[in-house]
């Protein structure tokens, strides 16, 4: 049952948010082997809210058909550049696209758009946008090395300003070993389409740093305390941070989620651990955000070896001692003209009680939070807060999504950093 009831609240469900809600999302799939994923992609993107039109190649028939993304996406899949429902699908399609999305994108189709070819219609879709173009490269290992494939990809990225998604490194077709040529996993390809879509923001190049997670403790070589943050806020922070265009490092207690999309990940157990991790990029960062759940105790004097119960008796006393307070501790260290974010997990008197933290902290922004409310604190998907600022404003959201609260506590930030600036 304890099994069951935590394989529940690790899902992470897809609900239309922000970047891909209401956004029109063209997806272009070239003729590999990877295509299988692409339908996945396809789904995830239309679940997330998007309005996504599929253009297959021929080559990409070979994998999938058009029945198959019309099925997940709702919409027509379309291929053909010379179709009877008028001339200009490729220019509708290409003004109307708010990112348009090439996954897989083989050797083949990266060469022709390279050079600005306009034979088939996802080819005629790029000359004809304006928007973001992200292409996911999907091949041979070897084929992906050659010379001629990587300077097409330098055009791209360069002259043309097109994202490079990957390729991962991993297992490729069957038979064919492993090595770079990969094609990234829907889930790393959905978030950066919404990287694109998001485009430039104020976090733009900045340094976000982000705690997550729990910490452990030990009390012997078997057993710990700890407590029951699994983590989804920070990581969801992290994952919105990066969208934004940051360079996200996040500090991690023990979680069972994958590492955020473009994310550094730095793995730690203990709260002194994380306090180190903490004292080392602490000082580059122009946002930090402290919502890691830090056990505030350890035991003071760990075992070396597993207790045995006969050697306990019937009660057993595990004296603790403090812990570093990581956010307080480090007060010094930040980078000047810094923001920094707290969190707050309460059980009563929650704005009083996080105000209170977020002077003696130093925070600018204040997330405070109460456990004992449904839908709230840890284990969940949803959360209800209140945004603190430093000027005695207390701004209660309602009841929503981890992601959402990471969208609305990063408006607050980039809203700080502009008035900073002036
Ligand atoms: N925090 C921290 N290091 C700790 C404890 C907390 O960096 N040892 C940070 C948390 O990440 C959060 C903020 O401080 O951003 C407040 O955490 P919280 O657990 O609510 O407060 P505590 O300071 O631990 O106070 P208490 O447990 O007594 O409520």
Redesign the pocket.
């Known amino acids: 049952m304890q099994g069951a009831r935590r394989a529940e609240t690790m899902k992470t469900p897809l609900t239309a948010r922000r970047p891909w809600r209401g956004r029109r999302v063209v997806l272009g799939v070239t003729g590999g082997i990877a295509a299988y994923k692409s339908v996945q992609l396809a789904r995830d993107l239309t679940r997330l809210g998007a309005e996504v039109d599929v253009v297959l190649t021929r080559a990409a028939r070979e994998f999938v058909t058009g029945l198959t993304f019309e099925g997940v996406t709702g919409r027509r899949a379309l291929s053909d550049l010379f179709s009877t429902d008028g001339a200009a699908l490729h220019i509708k399609l290409g003004i109307e696209a708010d990112v348009v999305c090439v996954a897989p994108a083989t050797a083949d189709f990266l060469a022709r758009a390279a050079h600005g070819r306009a034979d088939d219609l996802i080819c005629t879709t790029l000359l004809a946008t304006r928007a973001p173009v992200v292409v996911a490269p999907a091949m041979n290992d070897r084929m992906f090395s050659h010379p001629q494939v990587q300077a097409n990809l330098a055009h791209l990225r360069e002259v043309l300003g097109y994202a490079v998604a990957g390729p991962g490194v991993g297992p490729l077709a069957v038979g064919e070993g492993e090595g770079p040529g990969r094609m990234l996993e829907p889930e790393e390809l959905v978030e950066h389409v919404g990287r694109a879509l998001t485009g430039p923001t104020s976090l733009a190049g900045r340094r976000v740093v982000v ?1 997550a997670g729990p910490t452990r403790e030990a009390i012997d070589p078997v057993r710990y305390v700890g407590n029951r943050s699994s983590g989804r806020m920070g990581y969801a922070l992290a994952q919105a941070a990066w969208r934004r265009g940051a360079r996200v490092t996040l500090v991690s207690g023990p979680s069972a989620l994958p590492t955020p999309t473009g994310v550094g990940r730095i793995s730690v157990e203990t ?1 002194e651990d994380m306090h180190a991790a903490a004292r080392d990029v602490l000082p580059e960062a122009d946002v930090s955000v ?5 056990a ?1 105790f350890r035991p003071s004097a760990p075992h070396d070896e597993k207790v045995k119960r006969s050697r306990t008796g019937p009660t057993w006393g595990i004296e603790l001692v403090a ?5 307080g501790d480090t007060r010094d260290l930040r980078k000047e003209g810094s923001v920094c974010v ?4 309460e059980t009563g008197d929650v704005v009083a009680n996080a105000r209170e ?1 977020m002077e003696a ?1 130093g925070f600018h922004l204040m997330v405070a939070n109460d456990a004992s409310e449904p839908g709230a604190g840890f284990e969940v998907e949803t959360n209800r807060v209140t945004l603190l600022d430093t000027r005695g404003g207390a701004e209660a959201l309602p009841l929503m999504s981890k992601h959402d609260v990471a969208e609305a506590v990063l408006d607050r930030v980039e809203g700080i950093l502009r008035e900073r600036e002036g």
């Open positions: 705690t709260a402290f919502a890691a759940a830090v505030d812990n570093p307070d990581i956010a707290g969190f707050a997990l933290k902290k």
